[in-house]
């Protein structure tokens, strides 16, 4: 299963003005996108969404100097609101 949400992401973040950064930094740095992101797999009839943690490990940061986490990238995800799923399922 693949969402291309790396792509989605960045083709959100284009519309809104938004630089397009790695996938996984936008749970921290602007969750609104991902949220929107999901409504739209949603509203195409998904019934599964995966979480957005594309290259968001351990290596991956060290090797950009990333100050997060893989954790924290990873639970910024799982706290982003459940409103949109348990509104459209």
Known sequence: MDGAIGTGLW????AHGVDN???????IEAPELV???????????????????FSANSLSLT????????????????KLPEK????QM
């Open 35 to 53: 949220t929107e992101l999901h409504e739209k797999y949603i509203e195409a009839g998904s019934k599964i969404i995966l979480t957005n943690t």
């Open 63 to 78: 090797a950009r100097k990333k100050i997060q986490s893989a954790p924290e990238a990873v639970n910024a995800e799982w």
């Open 21 to 27: 950064i790695e996938p996984w930094r936008y749970n």
């Open 84 to 87: 949109p799923q348990k509104e």
């Open 11 to 14: 083709e959100i973040a284009t």
